[in-house]
């Protein structure tokens, strides 16, 4: 089990108000909108096409995702080129991605590298300019950092500026890597910003087939930079408790549907002339898995309500949502997998791809097993 370096320091005070779990009407809009341009053109035989070429990415459906509806700079200050909205709406679109497993590089761009670049002073020319054009949808741009990469522990040192900004050294299990524009680099001098094709980024074999992962290698790369050593950790630290908080969303998306086509499947499969949904034991772990969906709904959206309003015990309620979460899209994608019987085990149905996402998903940003531990030790910190 993975635990935190360090405990929190002080406890999180009281919220300051009452977490809104319920969605607003601009979000069910956007839902919709996310939900019908990827029932459009992001369809299971599609993903599994893409992904056999080992190269998932849809460039197109990200333009229009990013773009044309504005995904990309949900998180971003309307000064600064984005839509002005919050962490609520990013949530929306990371539960219908979810529900796709569509592979665009929506998490890592629009959410983990505009954090960090919204933490490194974006009024200046350098990082406002870029996180300009990743809000955009015109440059995609992924930290440079290992996947698994939980908050509170350590962040990593392997790459060192030899000087003006030219650097050398290597990250695993980037996520995204191999269709990004832009690397942010976290080096012993500060966060650089590295174009794409100064670096070696290559491709390993994930378990998620729909996110990649790269190690990423720079030979006297040459970079911008974007902040200070101590402004750029920051920055990460805030981009991991923001990613982990969103990443229960997603989580939760692909638990709904993995439910959803399950309960579907068992009350149109009939056997004994029976549909087999009618079977008390399937109806109990279906009413099992339905009371985990519900608790994690509830889970995710008070993260996402805490990040949107700054609630001072926001690492708390994202530590619970990824603690219970995690586990739930997992168990929700085992049982589709199961109930759906032989065609479940099948390459040519999608019950696979949701698999290993949340299996994927359980590792990124840090374990249950850590969260938990966060969570335990934030419970025996005294009360103020």
Known sequence: MNTPSTPPSTPPPAPSAALDLLYSETEEELRSAVRSLLADRCDPPGILARAETGRPHDPALWRTLAADIGAAGLLVPEKLGG???????????????????????????????????????????????????????RRICVPALPLTLAPGAPLPAGV????????????????????ADVLLVLADTGLYAVPAEAVTATGVVPLDLTRPLATVTLDAAPGTRLADPATARAAIAGALLCGAGLLASEQLGLAEWCLTQTVGHLRDRHQFNRPLGSFQALKHRLARLWLDVASARAAARAAADALATGAADAPLTVAVA??????VAV???????????????????????????AKADSLALGTAGHHRALVADFAELPTP
Do not use: N
């Open 322 to 327: 990824q603690a219970y979460c995690s586990g």
């Open 331 to 357: 168990r929700a994608a085992e049982e589709c997998v199961q109930l759906h019987g032989g065609i479940g085990m099948t390459w040519e149905h999608p019950a696979h791809l949701y698999l290993k996402r």
């Open 83 to 137: 839509q002005g909205a919050s962490h609520r709406e990013a949530a929306v679109v990371l539960e219908e991605l979810g529900r796709a497993v569509a592979p665009v590089p929506y998490f890592t761009s629009a959410v983990l590298a505009t954090e960090i670049l919204l933490g490194c002073d974006p009024c200046t020319t350098d990082s406002g300019a870029l996180l300009r054009e990743v809000a955009a949808g």
């Open 160 to 179: 060192r500026d030899s000087g003006g900004g030219v650097l050398t050294g290597s990250v695993t299990s980037v996520a995204d890597a191999v269709c």
